[in-house]
């Protein structure tokens, strides 16, 4: 078999032949349909991420170093089972968990493995869906898709379920007040679907690009503000007497998160989500005196996960436009991502 490798930080991923993984012990090999392209994978390309400031988070002092077979949206076919595997599954369609934990630490024990101290995560600490066939530690990390289509399926296991995570953090308050997403990427779509499946009050989106509002506008949302507007705070705090309540930050800078801070409205609670980078002075006062919530959200549950498919599946979400490339062709997808020129999600397709 064949992957698309990272042999070295910032240059082209590189094929590699190799044998065929074999599943041992509880494993399963799955032969991959689709693999998402997420930022997250331009990150582990580039070795870093921008805390701001200068400083920056390198992946190596994780244990996250080259080589590196990317992607963590992985759809595909189970085609083996490891002796003590449930053999019944192979044939099965599924959507790859991918947030995998130790199995041991506090967060792992209590069902947050995507909050372990060790983590051993697809596409990032083991190999990811750039590859022909990948191993699934256990049966609880497959999720059946049998009726989706393997590319659409393959977003929800990190824009899907890091939204889906996200929103759920608001409770039903979704259901009293509009939620305000900045950034109108493929999680700020995904974000969009699930509120009008989840029987939200709506969904008011920014972003700096009005090709993208418009699209936005097209797929639901109530109303869409540009946040380069100079008024776009008094514009935001009219739309909602006095102040959003609710607002997903899904781009994670210093100018998403202070529009999320200065224009939220008493009780705001702001979600934050995105990771481009970078850092902010915040006035402390505030935060007890509005009162105000600023939590973070880092992809969800292997739960959540099933939660989504299910949801998916009985209210008949509509998937984030989705663009098919070839797996030969990864390079200049990513190239694609990096530029910016993206609207929804890009997907790896491999020839099976
Ligand atoms: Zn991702
Ligand atoms: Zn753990």
Not at 50 to 57: E, M, P
Not at 79 to 89: N, Q, V, W, Y
Not at 255 to 281: K, P, Q, T, Y
Not at 318 to 325: C, N, R
């Amino acid at each position: 078999m064949h992957c698309y490798c990272v042999n070295e930080h910032h240059q082209p991923l590189e094929k590699v032949e190799s044998a065929q993984p074999q599943p041992q012990g509880e494993e399963y090999l799955i032969q991959v349909k689709a693999a998402g392209l997420c930022h997250t994978d331009i990150h582990l390309w580039e070795g870093y991420y921008n805390l701001g400031g200068g400083k920056r988070l390198n992946l190596a002092d994780r244990g996250v170093k080259p080589p590196l077979v990317l992607s963590h949206e992985v759809t595909g076919k189970v085609i083996a089972a490891g002796p003590d595997a449930d053999s019944s599954l192979i044939g099965q369609q599924v959507l790859v968990h991918p947030w995998i934990g130790c199995g041991e630490c506090q967060y792992c024990v209590h069902g947050e493995e995507n909050l372990c101290i060790k983590p051993n995560q697809i596409g990032i600490h083991r190999a990811g869906g750039f590859a022909e066939s990948i191993i699934v530690p256990k049966a609880k990390y497959l999720v059946n898709i049998e009726g989706l289509n393997p590319s659409e399926a393959a977003p929800l296991a990190c824009a899907g379920v890091t939204t889906y995570s996200a929103l759920k953090k608001f409770g039903n308050k979704i259901e009293h007040y509009p939620v305000v997403i900045i950034g109108a990427g493929g999680l700020g779509f995904m974000a969009l679907k699930l509120l009008n499946a989840m029987n939200a009050k709506g969904t008011i989106m920014l972003d700096i690009d009005d090709n993208k509002l418009a699209e936005a506008k097209k797929a639901g949302a109530i109303a869409t503000l540009n946040s380069k507007d100079e008024n776009v705070i008094s514009q935001l705090q009219q739309m909602t007497q006095g102040g959003p309540r609710l607002i997903l930050d899904l781009v994670g800078n210093a100018d998403s998160l202070s529009l999320a801070i200065s224009s939220a409205g008493r009780g705001g609670h702001i979600v934050v989500c995105g990771l481009i980078g970078g850092e902010l002075n915040l006035s402390i006062p505030l935060i007890p005196m509005r009162p105000l919530t600023i939590q973070g959200s880092y992809v969800g549950t292997v739960e959540e996960l099933r939660e989504l498919v299910e949801l998916v599946k009985s209210k008949n979400v509509e998937a984030i436009p989705v663009t098919e490339y070839p797996i030969d062709q990864v390079n200049q997808a990513m190239q694609k991502l990096i530029n910016g020129q993206v609207l929804g999600r890009l997907v790896l397709k491999h020839a099976v």
